[in-house]
Each structure stands twice: as C-alpha cells, then as structure tokens.
C-alpha cells in the first residue's frame, strides 16, 4: 500500500468511480441519441426536428419500459404481510 492509497479510502473511491460511470453513461447517451441533440452540420441545419419516432424511443428507454412492468414497492414481502392482517382482521370484526 502507497503512502496515498488506504483501505479506508476504497469505499469512497468505490462511490466515486460508481458516480463518474453513471455520468459518463448519461452524457454519452444524451449526445448520441437525444432527439435535441444535433452534433453533425446536415441534421443542425433542420431548425425544428419533425420526428416523433426518434422522441419516443428516446423517452421510453429500455429500463423505463422495465420499470412499468415492476410493481412501485420497496418492501414487497413487507407490504403484503401489513395488507394481508388488515384485510384479514378487517373482515373478522364484521
């Protein structure tokens, strides 16, 4: 181990490599495929793009149309035990 690089640090480095990747990943995506996005002088020269199909695939990405299939739960396994002893104690006091 170099006088600069402990073990203490390694989790911090790890978080930070993490971060750098996630931009990194999110401004190449957005040069290559954002429809407002015009890197070449031919598409900058169309002043309003008129395409729709290019909008879309940008907007509805892969893991966008992943997470619409995923139910919004954090503690699945949590919320059916709660939802499950109310319903269930619900239809007891009746």
Same mark, same amino acid.
């Given at each position: /181990? *170099?006088?600069?690089? +402990? !073990?203490?640090? &390694? !989790?911090?480095?790890?978080? /930070?490599?993490?971060?750098? *990747?996630?931009?990194?990943?999110?401004?190449? $995506?957005?040069?290559?495929?954002? =429809?407002?996005?015009?890197?070449? +002088?031919?598409?900058?020269?169309?002043?309003? !793009?008129?395409?729709?199909? #290019? *909008?879309?695939? &940008?907007?509805?990405?892969?893991?966008?149309?992943?997470?619409?299939?995923? $139910? =919004? #739960?954090?503690?699945?396994?949590?919320? $059916?035990?709660?939802? #499950?002893?109310?319903?269930?104690?619900?239809?007891?006091? +009746?």
């Amino acid at each position: /181990m *170099g006088r600069w690089l +402990k !073990p203490d640090v &390694y !989790p911090l480095i790890a978080a /930070m490599s993490f971060v750098t *990747g996630m931009c990194v990943f999110q401004l190449t $995506r957005n040069v290559f495929t954002n =429809p407002d996005v015009r890197v070449s +002088k031919a598409n900058r020269r169309s002043a309003v !793009p008129d395409n729709a199909d #290019e *909008g879309q695939r &940008y907007s509805q990405h892969a893991f966008r149309r992943f997470l619409a299939t995923q $139910r =919004p #739960e954090v503690f699945p396994a949590l919320n $059916r035990f709660f939802s #499950e002893s109310q319903s269930s104690s619900s239809a007891a006091d +009746k």
